[in-house]
């Protein structure tokens, strides 16, 4: 008896805990990142993105405190449904954004939503929330997955590749930037080659692109692929007379890695973007110098943009509803509104509440001893909306 | 058929085959020998990457970097084997399985804490960058050449400890027999750390000269422990012999697959249906491979002998 009671007290205790954040003083933000792994790398940048927000915010809209709780996903699209239910029953967060990947919004984007919370992905861009799955309250803070690739391939065009080979690991992510170049590219590609995802060395992949002599390679190597890939294709001598091309796979993110790496071979390489540091822009101007004073003097990647922007556009929607949080409504026309400075200009949303936006050409460049992706030229699509749009019935 | 392109892949899935008998020769030893179900030989290749890349750039040497990574893995190894393992010898498969993942997971955070996320690598000298032009128009990556050479001799190198030296007769014998060993007056337990060591320092070693290609991440050496498993199921366990054959073949299996496997389809298939299906069916391949084996026979091709 006395055992049970030993076990039971502390569950007991546990259950009865008040809820810390009872009061609606305070925007709660949920902000679900991947924060361990590997691919960190790129949640923590998008996490200095929101932090330099709330410094920008002064910590307040609407005469409210915002509060922002992180959370750890570890990659998992499980443990990121975990993490969003501990966001939204516990926490009671008003507001549930952060995702960096595509596969682990699919799973925890049902939490928020059925709660009647707001959802805004501040990166994973995965096409069926531009499509057939938009929601009322579903934002997009970034873009749909195959828009960035449909830049790269007008790119390509401009750049005169004619023949191309393709690489990208095996998983919905890789298959739909190949969708989108596709879509958009007029050459003729020689080889679309889907690596297996725990692919870390290409030797057999470079000796067939040798043997291909294609006009470019394009690759869709985030994360740790990156760098492995890019070192071997210098070893094989290949970048001296094959242009490389990506998407997603350089970035302010991994280029310190690269330049401490004396990986040379990268500077003129070129991606697309909707978003560069050196974008002329207000919001961007404030943006840069303030992310880089924040993170170790880094440049911004595009996660820390749109994280930016999302808590920006958190806030907008605060301030028309006048910290009303009840009034999601108000709320949610002010997001659709998006009445505030983004770091791309002004953001204008489609019905189904992903940008409709331009995407900029860029280019590795060394400015003043730092490496970093300047923008080249007008954008390659301009105005520039998902291509499954019409299939949202908003 | 592309005479050129096929000479280079024989030579890449050479290099891939070497590279994994270097896992698996540690592996194999540690399962045969000692009975260990040892998850964590990955780490060990993890360990060695690190290390390797570390040295490297303290000392800014790639060879004085290298030679001391060797010992640093032995004392890792024996360390690991003293404090870890050892406990594990008396308890079934089960419970080595769940330690030694535990190890994996330890590791794998605490090299990510160390290391950060970014992980870390090696650049190559410049004499070592480049390609070499071999006849016939075949050109291949100078450096591959070394981790080929470098391979087969360590593999001599244990060839010979293995068969030429008391050690080595002991190791023999421990992979034929355990009990008769310890019963011999062997002192078993000494033995058994020497193993773990010699096989913490192979993994180290592929761990190490691989790093300048693929650059060392927290969690590399999962993949590869999957695939050294397979090498000594193949080849059977406890046998070096079988490990190397295995690897060979295995690397060559694998690289020949991904290569070609897209183009044999799609002289009967479209090319749309042909490329969903060619990294499917390659990288079933090597399992293809391991489940003919164990269906032909079952103790793998080498077993050693009395096991």
């Known amino acids: 008896m006395l055992k049970k009671f030993i076990l039971a007290a502390p569950i007991a205790a546990m259950l009865s805990v008040p809820s810390v954040h009872a009061n609606d003083d305070t925007v709660r933000v949920g902000i679900n990142l991947t924060l361990s792994t590997p691919a960190s790398i790129l949640g923590l940048n998008s996490k200095a993105g929101f932090e330099v927000a709330l410094k920008h915010l002064g910590g307040k809209v609407a005469g409210k405190k915002i509060e922002l709780i992180f959370e750890d996903n570890q990659f998992k699209p499980a443990i990121g449904k975990q993490k969003s239910e501990k966001l939204v029953k516990k926490d009671k967060v008003h507001f549930l954004t952060g995702f960096i990947f595509s596969h682990i919004l699919a799973a925890s984007a049902p939490v928020g939503l059925k709660a009647g919370k707001f959802v805004i992905s501040s990166n994973a861009g995965h096409s069926m929330f531009a499509g057939k799955k938009c929601h009322k309250n579903f934002f997009n803070s970034a873009w749909e997955n195959t828009q960035t690739p449909m830049a790269v391939g007008q790119m390509l065009n401009n750049e005169g590749v004619k023949k191309l080979y393709i690489l990208a690991p095996n998983y919905a992510a890789g298959k739909q930037m190949i969708t989108g170049l596709t879509r958009t590219f007029k050459g003729k590609v020689v080889t679309k080659a889907l690596t297996p995802m725990s692919q870390r060395d290409w030797s057999s992949d470079l000796s067939k692109i040798k043997a291909a002599k294609p006009d470019g390679v394009f690759v869709f190597y985030p994360g740790a692929w990156g760098p492995a890939f890019f070192t071997q294709y210098a070893q094989a001598g290949l970048h001296k007379t094959i242009p490389l091309y990506n998407a997603f796979s350089i970035d302010g993110a991994n280029l310190p890695i690269f330049q401490k790496r004396n990986m040379t071979h990268l500077l003129g390489t070129m991606n697309a973007n909707f978003w560069a540091p050196d974008l002329d822009t207000p919001a961007n101007k404030r943006f840069v110098p303030a992310f880089k004073k924040h993170y170790k003097g880094q440049f911004p990647a595009h996660y820390a943009a749109q994280a930016y922007d999302a808590l920006m556009l958190i806030a907008a929607g605060v301030r028309a509803a006048k910290g009303d949080l009840s009034n999601k409504d108000a709320i949610r026309k002010g997001m659709e509104e998006a009445d505030f400075e983004s770091v791309r200009g002004k953001i204008k949303f489609g019905k189904n509440h992903f940008p409709i936006q331009n995407f900029y050409a860029r280019k590795v460049v060394n400015k003043n001893g730092q490496w970093q992706l300047s923008k080249v030229g007008d954008a390659v699509l301009k105005n520039h909306a998902p291509t499954n749009s019409a299939e949202c019935k908003l | ?307």
């Open chain 2, 1 to 307: 058929m592309d005479y050129v392109l096929l000479a280079e892949q024989f030579f890449n899935g050479f290099q891939l085959g070497i590279l994994l008998f270097l896992v698996a020769a540690g592996l194999t030893l540690i399962f045969g020998i000692m009975d260990l179900v040892n998850l964590a030989h990955g780490t060990l290749y993890m360990f060695g990457a690190f290390f390797a890349a570390t040295f490297v750039q303290l000392t800014d040497s790639l060879v004085f970097g290298m030679i001391l990574t060797l010992p640093t893995m032995l004392v890792t190894g024996i360390i690991l084997e003293l404090g870890v393992l050892r406990t594990l010898y008396e308890r079934d498969h089960l419970d080595q399985v769940l330690a030694t993942f535990g190890l994996i997971i330890f590791f794998n955070e605490l090299f990510l804490i160390v290391w950060g996320a970014g992980g870390t690598g090696i650049n190559l000298p410049s004499y070592l960058i480049g390609t070499s032009e071999l006849p016939g128009g075949i050109s291949v990556p100078d450096y591959r050449i070394v981790i080929i050479i470098s391979g087969l001799l360590v593999a001599l190198l244990l060839y010979l400890l293995v068969s030429k030296t008391r050690i080595g007769m002991l190791i023999r014998a421990g992979a034929s027999n355990r009990e008769m060993v310890s019963a011999l007056g062997i002192n078993i337990k000494l033995l058994f750390t020497l193993v773990f060591g010699l096989g913490a320092v192979l993994a180290g070693f592929a761990g190490m000269i691989i790093t300048p290609i693929t650059q060392a991440e927290s969690g590399m050496g999962e993949g590869m422990l999957i695939l050294a498993f397979v090498v000594i199921v193949i080849g059977g366990i406890g046998s070096i012999k079988g490990a190397f054959i295995a690897a060979i073949l295995t690397g060559l299996i694998d690289t020949m697959g991904r290569s070609f496997i897209d183009v044999a389809l799609m002289s009967f298939m479209d090319s749309v249906a042909a490329e969903t299906a060619g990294p499917a069916i390659s990288s079933m391949l090597v399992y293809i491979l391991m489940a003919v084996v164990l269906a032909i026979k079952p103790s793998g091709l080498f077993p050693p002998k009395g096991a």
